[in-house]
């Protein structure tokens, strides 16, 4: 293991370890309340273990292999001993896996258990990126005194709410995320990996949609089937949503996100709850997407965890450390969003610009969208390969897909903090999506994405304006550069493609094309809001 040891090293840029010699505790037995046992693998150095602070991990996704090593051997090597746990109805733990209804509980239990294990010592420290991190703040609020410090990365509070909006249904993350939960336990999961991941693309396609996941993967799946027909008011994902327990975090907190991550706003808004109760917290946005893989949060558990589970002080840094995509380089501020940073519009115009001034009196802007030929998603905050930054070109070359953009400019513009956008439009059906991407346009032409979102609307075949909350950011746009706005209707299958005929999306099967339109005139200042120093 000494080879896994040092590669593990070099890739997450870490420091030397105190030992590789490191000894695994496998299938550990931790009762639950109702009498399901979960197992867990303990992983210590092999002389001095014990006693040392105990990083817990608990995840959906198993604890040998590849995942235990990468999880659990950095951190077994650096000071802690690591507690690695499936989660009820994985791999082996006891009980049906019901996902995020039951980590409250099980986690509770999980720590009532491991502060009695006479290795356990008297400092713990929840650890884990995703799922692994949603687990930690299911409990945030009722943790024993061992507890010292919680690092989750890229994770929220209330994880599949912010895909489940009753304005935008984000499909392809909680469909896919329900796929893989589905079949990641059947034999050789690994090797069909690739297999099933076309599979899954080729079934949100489906129609009716409630047939989707038997299409994905031979099965109906109930969460599949409540992320198709309830969106985030529903009762169905009640007990989901632990947002309410941030304020009352007593242990520091170490939040680690990305700019296109899938969870990043409720990742932000956690973090500023933290603050707001004058909880010790502190943030780290880094440049990455959700499966980006990073040496950031090992670094935290090392410097930051490892020192309140030590009861010292972590290295000063102010609280919120962000990295500003287009200048390449790290910034630190004292708060999220930073101040210093004013709303400023940048108006849609005639002829496809983009500027401060109001519009003048101009015809309004038309498209046609079809959800037999949706408009498709091109990177962004999506967990497939094809995520993050990457060119717009061929898509803004689609003539469904409006684009506004600046002169040149003439001295760098920055840009950090939460963006929106307000659209006038009109449909000439009903129901439609009004999407806004916020781009960056280099001097060689290329238009690469920075943040967007998507709004749908009922009524949509009245004049109105369309309130369209996007991505936050940092991002600084160079001198010789343009900014770009593309306005359009949909980006599937990140986004479900709106049918047009306000039928239930589950049993949905007519499509109906639509006529759209944009507003820019003194009437309808259709514009994008940039917070600008």
């Not at 590789?20 to 399901?36: I, S």
């Not at 935008?168 to 079949?183: I, S």
């Not at 490892?306 to 790290?330: C, D, F």
Request: aromatic share 8%; charged share 20%.
């Amino acid at each position: 293991m000494s080879l896994i040891s040092r590669l593990l090293q070099r890739r997450l840029e870490l420091p030397p370890p105190a030992t590789r010699d490191v000894v695994v505790e496998r299938d550990l037995r931790v009762p639950m309340d109702d009498g399901v046992d979960l197992l867990a693998d303990r992983w210590a150095p092999k002389t001095g273990g014990d006693g040392l602070p105990t990083a817990l991990i608990r995840t959906p996704y198993g604890r040998s292999g590849l995942f235990g090593n990468l999880l659990a051997r950095p951190l077994a090597e650096r000071g802690y001993q690591v507690l690695i746990q499936s989660v009820r109805g994985g791999f082996g733990s006891g009980g049906v896996m019901d996902p995020l209804r039951q980590e409250r509980a099980d986690g509770l239990a999980t720590l009532g258990w491991l502060v009695k294990q006479p290795w356990c010592g008297d400092a713990i420290v929840l650890f884990g990126l995703s799922y692994l991190g949603y687990v930690q703040w299911a409990v945030a609020d009722q943790m024993p005194p061992q507890v010292k410090a919680m690092i989750p990365y890229v994770s929220e509070s209330a994880l599949t709410l912010e895909f489940l909006r009753a304005d935008g249904l984000a499909l392809e993350t909680p469909f896919g995320w329900g796929v893989l939960v589905g079949t990641q336990q059947r034999r050789a999961a690994v090797l069909r990996q690739p297999a099933q991941t076309r599979k899954t693309a080729r079934a949100l396609w489906t129609l009716p949609l409630d047939r989707a996941d038997v299409a994905a993967f031979g099965e109906r799946s109930q969460y599949c089937q409540d992320v198709i027909a309830h969106d985030a008011g529903s009762p169905v994902w009640e007990g989901i949503d632990h947002s309410g327990r941030v304020a009352g975090v007593s242990v520091p907190v170490s939040s680690i996100g990305g700019w296109y991550d899938v969870f990043l706003p409720g990742q932000l808004r956690d973090f500023q709850v933290l603050q707001r109760a004058g909880r010790p917290a502190r943030l780290t946005v880094g440049p990455w997407t959700h499966v980006d893989f990073s040496g950031v949060p090992y670094t935290e558990a090392l410097e930051f965890g490892l020192a309140h589970a030590r009861g010292e002080q972590p290295p000063p840094r102010p609280p919120v450390r962000l990295y500003v995509l287009g200048e390449e380089a790290w910034r630190d501020f004292e708060s999220w969003p930073p101040a210093g940073y004013r709303p400023e519009r940048f108006h849609l115009q005639p002829g496809g610009g983009l500027a401060a001034s109001p519009p003048v009196d101009s015809e309004p802007d038309r498209y046609r969208y079809d959800p037999a030929d949706p408009t498709p998603a091109a990177g962004g905050a999506r967990l497939v390969k094809d995520r993050g930054r990457v060119d717009n070109t061929a898509l803004e070359a689609r003539p469904d897909v409006l684009t506004y953009t600046t002169e040149v400019l003439e001295s760098d513009v920055e840009v950090i903090g939460e963006i929106g956008a307000e659209i006038w439009f009109r449909s000439s059906l009903p129901y439609a999506d009004v999407f806004v991407r916020l781009c960056d346009v280099d001097p060689a032409g290329r238009s690469w994405n920075i943040c967007d979102g998507l709004t749908s609307l009922t009524g949509a075949d009245e004049t109105r304006s369309v309130t369209v909350r996007l991505w936050p950011t940092a991002y600084r746009f160079k001198k010789g550069h343009r900014i770009r706005v593309q306005v359009s209707s949909g980006a599937f299958p990140h986004y479900a493609r709106n049918h047009g005929t306000g039928e239930p999306r589950p049993t949905a099967t007519t499509l109906l094309a639509a006529g759209q339109t944009v507003f820019h005139d003194p009437a309808h200042p259709s514009a994008i809001v940039l917070p600008i120093r």
